[in-house]
C-alpha cells in the first residue's frame, strides 16, 4: 500500500537551502524520505554544517552554489545537477531578494534584481528541470512566495512585484504541464520570525503592531510554512494544482478583531 505523505526515492533541489525557511522545509523533506540538494550562495560554512546534521540523519544530502543574480548562468547550473546527481523531482524555490527602501528611491537595478533572483532564475531552473519530470510522469514546484503579493507595502514594491510575476508564471507553467504529473504551487508566508527580523521582533512595540495584526494571536514561524509544503510535495497533494496557500495565521483574511495599527514586517 502506498503512503501518501512518503518521499522515499525521491530527490528535492531546494534553493536559499540556508535560509530559516528554506532549511526549515529541507528538514522536512528529509523526514519524509527524500534526498536533498541544498543551494546557497555565499554561506558555504553554514549551509555545509546544515548539511551534515541531515547527513547523520541517513539523509543523502549534497551542497550546491549559484549566483542567481547571474541569470545566464542558472540554467547551466541546473543542467549540471542532472549531470552529477541525477534527476531532480521537487524544486523548492525559496532563493529571493528583499531589500526595502521608500518607493520614491527604487531605481531599475533594484527591480532588476528582485526580479533576477525571485522570478528569471526560477523559470531558467524549471525550464531544465521540469520536463524530464514530465516525462517521467511524477514532479512538484513549489515557489516561496507572500502575502505581500496581497497586501502590499510602499517599501517593499520591487519584492511584492517580483513574488506577484512569479505567482503569475507558478500559474502559467502549471496550467502547461498538469497533464504530465507535474504540479506547480506557491506558500506564501505572512509576517514570520525569522533569524533576518529577530532584532525587528526583540521590539516589544513592533511585536505588539504585529501580533495585533494576526486573527490567531502570534507571528508565524519558519516551521509553520512545512506542513502545506509538504503535502504539496507528496502523493497526498497530487490533484492540486496552480494554487497559492497563504501561510499567515489569517492576515490575509483582514487585521486581527480589534487589532491595533501600528508597523508590519
Known sequence: MSVPFSLKGRRALVTGGNSDIGAAIARGLAQLGA????????????????????RATGCQTQVVEADFLDVQSVAPFAATLLRDYGPIDIIISCAAVERRKPWSQVTAADFHEHLAAGVTALISLCS?????????????????????????RAETIPY?????????????????VAPHGVTMN?????AVE???????YADPAFRKAVTAKIPMGR??????????????CSDAGAYVT?????????????????????ATP
Open 128 to 152: 531544465v528541470l521540469v520536463p524530464p519530470m514530465c516525462e517521467r510522469g511524477w514532479g512538484r514546484v513549489v515557489a516561496i512566495g507572500t502575502v505581500l503579493s496581497d497586501r502590499p
Open 242 to 262: 496552480g494554487v497559492n496557500i497563504p501561510v499567515d495565521g489569517g492576515w490575509t483574511i483582514g487585521d486581527a478583531p480589534g487589532g491595533l495599527p501600528g
Open 35 to 54: 534526498d536533498l540538494v541544498l543551494h546557497h550562495f555565499g554561506a558555504d560554512e553554514v549551509t555545509e554544517t546544515f548539511a551534515g546534521s541531515l
Open 160 to 176: 511584492a512585484a517580483a513574488k506577484s510575476a512569479q505567482w503569475t508564471a507558478m500559474r502559467a507553467m502549471a496550467r502547461d
Open 194 to 200: 525569522t533569524k533576518p527580523m529577530a532584532s525587528r
Open 186 to 190: 506557491v506558500v506564501s508566508p505572512g
Open 219 to 232: 507571528p508565524g514561524r519558519p516551521d509553520d510554512v512545512v506542513g502545506p509544503v509538504l503535502m504539496l
